[in-house]
C-alpha cells in the first residue's frame, strides 16, 4: 500500500451563509457547520484510502468566530495521520471577506473517521507522509489525541499511553 501525503486527500468546500442556515442572531447554525464540516472530511478520509468511511469521532471543535449570514465559508479538510483501520483529519474553516477577498481562520475541527469493507468490518488504511511544517505538527499531535481519546474511552491504560507520558513526565524518558 502505497503512502500518500495530506495533499493527496485535500478537500475545498466553499458555502454561502443564507439565511435558513442561521440561528435568531443571524449567525451560521453551529449544527450546520458541523455537517458541512463531516462531509469535507468524509470526502478527505475517502481520498486517502479510496473505501468507504464512517466518522468514528469529533474530537475536537473550536468555535472561534460566529458566521454572520451572507458569509463566504471555505471549509479544508485533509488527513493528518492514518493509523491501521482509521483515519484523522483536520477541517480548517475560513470566512472571506467579500470586498478584499482575504480570509480569516473561523473555525477548526479533527474528525476521526474509519474506513471499512462492504460488511461495515474496518479495513486496512494507507499509511501518510506529511510535508508542510504544519502537516508535521499536526502528525506528531495525532498519536497522543489517540491516545487521550482511548484513555477518556477506557480503551487504554494511562501507564500505557507512552506518547503523552513523555509530555508529562519527560525525565522518564
Not at 479544508?76 to 492514518?82: G, I, L, N
Not at 493509523?83 to 483529519?89: A, K, P, W
Not at 508542510?132 to 474511552?153: M, P, W, Y
Request: include cysteine; glycine fraction near 6%.
Amino acid at each position: 500500500m502505497r503512502t500518500k501525503t495530506p495533499s493527496d486527500s485535500l478537500t475545498v468546500m466553499t458555502e454561502i451563509v443564507l439565511p435558513n442556515d442561521t440561528n435568531n442572531l443571524n449567525n451560521l447554525f453551529g449544527g450546520q457547520l458541523l455537517s458541512w464540516m463531516d462531509r469535507c472530511a468524509a470526502i478527505a478520509a475517502h481520498r486517502h484510502c479510496r473505501r468507504q468511511v464512517v466518522t468514528a469521532s469529533v474530537n475536537n471543535v473550536s468555535f472561534n468566530h460566529a458566521v454572520p449570514q451572507g458569509s463566504i465559508v471555505t471549509l479544508e479538510a485533509s488527513v493528518s495521520r492514518a493509523f491501521t483501520s482509521s483515519m484523522e483529519v483536520f477541517v480548517d474553516v475560513y470566512i472571506e471577506d467579500q470586498r478584499s477577498g482575504s480570509r480569516i481562520t473561523a473555525n477548526e475541527a479533527i474528525y476521526t473517521f474509519v474506513a471499512v469493507d462492504q460488511l461495515g468490518n474496518p479495513i486496512e488504511v494507507p499509511g501518510i507522509e506529511p510535508e508542510s511544517e504544519t502537516e508535521k505538527i499536526r502528525f506528531e499531535g495525532a498519536l497522543r489525541r489517540k491516545q487521550l481519546a482511548l484513555i477518556l474511552g477506557g480503551k487504554m491504560k494511562p501507564e500505557d499511553a507512552h506518547e503523552l507520558k513523555k509530555i508529562f513526565f519527560p525525565e522518564e524518558n
